[in-house]
């Protein structure tokens, strides 16, 4: 392999597909970056083994190959390096020269064969949508993922497109973001898969505002083709839980409140919550709703906020994590929010969007 290739672009490649690697793993060669090169470009490529990611970057190839060398000390390596212009090449047992007429470096490779086997994905179905209309999509529900490795099926995040329709909901079993969209896009058959949260960070690092993204679902695996970069995941096996009985059917009893305000409120309450005492207290009356935090042998907090509302008084007490999650993601100037009673959740709806939040009980 000889090839000559910029600096910068070559940078940007490497910390692209970087991300997914862990410094702590097992296996050594997952700490390793394959560099390929095919026709005009150099491809690079990390695996965990549950993802794979690609960035392609041009290059003048002056003679193909193929090596996998250790991705941090040859991103560090380009990084540190002078000039704006880098040749490198591959010698005799993988030994990969990196320099210019300033500075060489010989780092050691391995063979490419050695290089975990990423599945390519045959016989999908393609599915095109807007780069940022994606990305504005898995803001409004990835924050409701769950962590809890004990209940792996809600690790990520459930897709089903039905009728040229997206749904993509998550839930960690005390809140659910849900969201639907019509595509411009017919779809021959229905679709219903899970995401893992790790591939949906993923993806929303390289999302951009311009362009397409290229949704291609196979057996047990589902790739995103952005142009320069592909992201190839496996999926979460398993049945995601009816979400559809959780949604409530839509509320009279609503506070019509500045949604800024709103979340401004809810954090400088926050600011007294505790690991044992994390919940706020809402009470809400006709024109206003009080927002106080009181936390033993610490303090207390008390403010007041207009507001439109024409249900009965009630007291309810919320996370203010969950709320400042979705006020802070929304970009409404007012929001509706659904409440009952003190036992009942509370719903938010924007055009598609639901978001539900089960209440705290008050101590």
Same mark, same amino acid.
């Given at each position: @392999?000889?090839?000559?290739?910029?600096?910068? +672009?070559?940078?940007?490649?490497?910390?692209?597909?970087?991300?997914?690697?862990?410094?702590? !793993?097992?296996? #050594?060669?997952?700490?390793?970056?394959? /560099?390929?090169?095919?026709?005009?470009?150099?491809?690079?490529?990390?695996?965990?083994?549950?993802?794979?990611?690609?960035?392609?970057?041009?290059?003048?190839? &002056?003679?193909?190959?193929?090596?996998?060398?250790?991705?941090?000390?040859?991103?560090?390596?380009?990084?540190?390096?002078?000039?704006?212009?880098?040749?490198?090449?591959?010698?005799?047992?993988?030994?990969?020269? %990196?320099? +210019?007429?300033?500075?060489?470096?010989?780092?050691? $490779?391995?063979?490419?064969? &050695?290089?975990?086997? %990423?599945?390519?994905?045959?016989?999908? &179905?393609?599915?095109?949508?807007?780069?940022?209309?994606?990305?504005?999509?898995?803001?409004?529900?990835?924050?409701?993922?769950?962590?809890?490795? !004990?209940?792996?099926?809600?690790?990520?995040?459930?897709?089903?497109?039905?009728?040229?329709?997206?749904?993509?909901?998550?839930?960690?079993?005390?809140?659910?973001?849900?969201?639907?969209?019509?595509?411009?896009?017919?779809?021959?058959?229905?679709?219903?898969?899970?995401?893992?949260?790790?591939?949906?960070?993923?993806?929303?690092?390289?999302?951009?505002?311009?362009?397409? =993204?290229?949704? $291609? =679902? $196979?057996?047990?695996?589902?790739?995103?083709?952005?142009?320069?970069?592909?992201?190839?995941?496996?999926?979460?096996?398993?049945?995601?839980?009816?979400?559809?009985? /959780?949604?409530?059917?839509?509320?009279?009893?609503?506070?019509?409140?500045?949604?800024?305000?709103?979340?401004?409120?809810?954090?400088?309450?926050? *600011?007294?919550?505790?690991?044992?005492?994390?919940?706020?207290?809402?009470?809400?009356?006709?024109?206003?709703?009080?927002? !106080?935090?009181?936390?033993?042998? @610490?303090?207390?907090?008390?403010?007041?906020?207009?507001? &439109?509302?024409?249900?009965?008084? @009630?007291?309810?007490?919320?996370? #203010?994590?969950?709320?400042?999650?979705?006020?802070?993601? *929304?970009?409404?100037? @007012?929001?509706?929010?659904? =409440?009952?009673?003190?036992?009942?959740? $509370?719903?938010?709806?924007?055009?598609?969007?639901?978001?539900?939040?089960? #209440?705290?009980?008050?101590?």
């Amino acid at each position: @392999m000889k090839l000559i290739v910029d600096k910068e +672009n070559l940078i940007k490649g490497i910390q692209t597909v970087q991300n997914i690697i862990s410094q702590r !793993t097992n296996l #050594p060669i997952l700490s390793y970056v394959l /560099v390929e090169t095919r026709g005009s470009e150099i491809y690079l490529t990390t695996t965990d083994l549950d993802i794979g990611i690609t960035h392609k970057v041009t290059a003048i190839i &002056e003679e193909p190959g193929n090596v996998i060398l250790p991705a941090k000390k040859f991103g560090d390596i380009i990084r540190e390096f002078p000039e704006k212009t880098i040749n490198i090449y591959t010698k005799k047992n993988n030994l990969t020269v %990196i320099e +210019n007429q300033q500075c060489q470096f010989k780092l050691m $490779g391995l063979p490419y064969e &050695e290089f975990p086997k %990423i599945s390519k994905i045959t016989n999908q &179905e393609v599915i095109q949508l807007n780069q940022d209309e994606l990305k504005e999509m898995l803001s409004l529900v990835s924050f409701a993922v769950s962590y809890d490795e !004990t209940r792996y099926i809600l690790n990520g995040i459930l897709c089903q497109i039905n009728k040229g329709v997206i749904h993509l909901v998550a839930t960690d079993g005390k809140r659910l973001a849900f969201y639907q969209k019509k595509l411009s896009q017919e779809i021959n058959k229905s679709i219903e898969i899970i995401i893992s949260i790790k591939t949906i960070q993923e993806l929303n690092r390289n999302l951009t505002e311009n362009g397409e =993204v290229f949704l $291609g =679902v $196979g057996n047990n695996q589902v790739l995103f083709d952005l142009g320069k970069t592909q992201i190839v995941s496996r999926l979460i096996e398993g049945e995601f839980p009816d979400y559809k009985q /959780v949604i409530p059917p839509p509320a009279h009893s609503k506070i019509r409140i500045h949604r800024e305000r709103f979340l401004l409120a809810i954090k400088r309450a926050s *600011l007294l919550a505790t690991h044992d005492y994390q919940a706020i207290k809402l009470e809400v009356f006709k024109n206003k709703v009080v927002i !106080t935090k009181s936390t033993p042998n @610490m303090g207390e907090s008390y403010e007041e906020l207009t507001c &439109e509302y024409t249900g009965k008084d @009630m007291v309810i007490g919320f996370n #203010p994590v969950y709320l400042i999650d979705v006020l802070k993601t *929304l970009k409404d100037e @007012m929001v509706e929010f659904e =409440v009952i009673d003190s036992e009942k959740p $509370g719903v938010i709806r924007s055009d598609g969007y639901i978001y539900i939040i089960l #209440p705290m009980r008050l101590m």
